[in-house]
């Protein structure tokens, strides 16, 4: 729950009782026999999202939240508010709820904003409470998917090459500032460019997408896995020494090379290690595990090199 100022909202806005489907609004007013927060009106949206009838409501305790308990600590801290003189016109109090059931039990539990502001009225002759709730579910889904489509590579499903920027750059910050090991193995498929002007660009693809797979398959749960970009992939390896991530790399290789690919003869991968330090960088560490791929390839491909 948050609390907002009066330059935050906009103070004294007059807002109709007839808004649209969307979101639910109800007038709330501290009552004077010290029964607490209650009800002056409805709007017909309020009713359907709450149940009931509409005169069932003017006169009661409305409902904020769904969890009682929690409905219950809300009004009366908005009570209190009111009462010591905290919720002045224009202030605003705000949150989000959890619905009790999702409509089917495959979709997620509808996820309700919800927002209280004090202001004045027209056809009020005191200052009010308005309360507005609005489901934002699929916006919340929505946004949500949109990070997901711009962090993920299309044609592998794995973390795509900003993605791991970012995470690098966090993974230094945490060894700078707890001095916890970790290292990056960056590896490239050998003789890619054979198998796409042989096979096709359809073969090279599938062969792309089964190795995202075998990567994600045969790495530890703490491990991290990015297409780096055309043939190369990226694996950030936290509390990893340089020796245990080359004992990692040599089983993704050998992984890589005893696995049937579609469409393609045996494809192997060379791997080259690289174990962060202090002083490091984003772009040097990324300079010695590029180097050593580099020796891995220079001395004959299929093997791990750090």
């Not at 609390?3 to 649209?20: F, R, V, Y």
């Not at 005893?258 to 990324?286: C, H, N, W, Y």
Request: glycine share 6%; with cysteine.
């Amino acid at each position: 729950m948050t609390l907002e100022t009066p330059q935050d909202t906009e103070q004294g806005a007059p807002l109709s009782i007839s808004e649209p489907s969307s979101q639910a609004v109800a007038v709330l007013c501290g009552s004077p026999e010290g029964r607490g927060i209650r009800v002056l009106d409805v709007s017909a949206e309020y009713v359907q999202f709450w149940g009931g009838e509409r005169d069932h409501w003017l006169g009661a305790e409305p409902c904020i939240v769904h969890q009682s308990a929690a409905n219950k600590q809300l009004l009366n801290q908005l009570n209190n508010a009111l009462a010591c003189g905290k919720l002045s016109l224009g202030c605003s109090i705000s949150g989000l709820d959890h619905a009790d059931e999702a409509p089917c039990s495959n979709a997620p539990r509808p996820l309700i904003e919800w927002r209280v502001t004090a202001m004045s009225m027209p056809g009020y002759a005191d200052n009010v409470l308005v309360l507005v709730q609005r489901d934002i579910t699929k916006r919340v889904e929505k946004e949500a998917e949109l990070k997901r489509l711009a962090t993920t590579d299309m044609l592998t499903g794995l973390m795509n090459r900003s993605r791991f920027d970012h995470l690098l750059k966090h993974e230094l910050g945490r060894l700078n500032r707890y001095v916890r090991p970790f290292s990056l193995i960056m590896l490239d498929i050998d003789y890619f460019k054979t198998i796409n002007d042989s096979q096709g660009h359809d073969v090279g693809d599938q062969v792309l997408r089964a190795l995202a797979t075998l990567l994600e398959d045969n790495l530890r749960t703490a491990d991290y896995c990015a297409r780096w970009g055309g043939e190369e992939f990226m694996i950030l390896a936290p509390e990893t020494s340089l020796e245990q991530a080359a004992q990692l790399a040599e089983k993704v290789r050998q992984c890589i090379r005893s696995a049937q690919f579609p469409g393609a003869e045996r494809v192997t991968i060379s791997l080259g290690v690289a174990e962060a330090t202090p002083s490091d960088t984003a772009k040097s560490v990324m300079k010695r595990v590029d180097n050593a791929l580099y020796h891995a390839k220079e001395r004959g491909r299929d093997r791990v090199a750090s």
